[in-house]
Nanobody
Framework: VQLQASGGGLVQPGGSLRLSCAAS????????MGWYRQAPGKQRELVAA???????NYADSVKGRFTISRDNVKFTVYPQMNSLKPEDTAVYYC???????????????WGQGTQVTVSS
């Protein structure tokens, strides 16, 4: 199982970015999917998460600006990030709780990280 993330880049304050992260491989099911971020000198923190049933959870700092969604057929999660601020600058990591096809138990997987820089 692999998670492939994409969509990072440089954006001006107030701008928008849409990240995506797709799980691939021999997958039986995908449970929670989410995105974390880590800024220089800070701990990794949850940005947003979504269950397989569509329930969402957001960090207080992004509520009202970020929207997370998923495609359960493509095993893909999409955070739409609007009204970006310089403090949103970080490396963003996707995470998914996946039950591999030949396993009885789910495992947490991480994507490779994608840089988001908000700067004028």
């Amino acid at each position: 199982v692999q998670l492939q993330a994409s969509g990072g880049g440089l954006v001006q304050p107030g701008g928008s970015l849409r990240l995506s992260c797709a799980a691939s491989g021999d997958i039986f099911s995908v449970n929670d999917m989410g995105w974390y971020r880590q800024a220089p000198g800070k701990q990794r923190e949850l940005v947003a998460a979504i269950t397989s049933g569509g329930f969402t959870n957001y960090a207080d700092s992004v509520k009202g600006r970020f929207t997370i969604s998923r495609d359960n057929v493509k095993f893909t999660v999409y955070p739409q990030m609007n009204s970006l601020k310089p403090e949103d600058t970080a490396v963003y990591y996707c995470n998914a709780n996946v039950r591999p096809a030949l396993s009885q138990f789910p495992v947490d997987y991480w994507g490779q990280g994608t840089q988001v820089t908000v700067s004028s």
